[in-house]
């Protein structure tokens, strides 16, 4: 089963493909994971996508669908897909369509994590984690059970991405409006798009997305 989460970012897109991922044993391609890694390793591609990233702004299609292309080839057969934050725009939505045909393969489900944007820029704006272990926190909803200090490692040092501010996170959901909602249209034709309240607590959206693939 190949599906796509769609949602802008911050909608809870990877929490749900991780939990995808533990339940159908299916392969997360997230295309902001791919991204960092390529930025953390300081490549060619990776440091011009960094420049792009930090103004809230789209890497080229070109980039993203050769990234998209390895991760197919790379899967075992048989395994299912989740695309996390791709595709964003009609031009990648086509490249997908070819990138699936090639490898006889098709999408499922198209499911949409729909937001309220003040909201969501509270969400994405109050979040951190930290630094040794990676634990998520947020400063209202998920707070550090001691102020600080890591619940998990004990660790007094916090990071918070640079671009977790309130002028970026509207800078994506004018490009999520305004690029990304138009290629639902040809997958409604298809009759393949669900949407699910992305406001919701975890476990609800989980249920609901499982009752998407269930055909509930």
Known sequence: MDIILLGPPGAGKGTQSHRLVERHGMAQLSTGDMLRAAVKAQTPVGVEAKKVMDRGELVSDAIVSALIGEALDAMPEGQGAIFDGFPRTAEQADALDFLLAERDRKLDHVIELEVD???LVRRIVGRFACAECGTLYHDTANPPKVDGVCDKCGSTEFKRRPDDNEETVRTRMAEYRAKTQPI???YEKR???SRV???GGIDEVTQAIEAILHGE
Request: aromatic share 0%; charged share 25%.
């Open 197 to 199: 309240d992305g406001m």
């Open 191 to 193: 009759g393949i798009v």
């Open 184 to 186: 639902l249209a040809p």
């Open 117 to 119: 944007e003040d909201a």
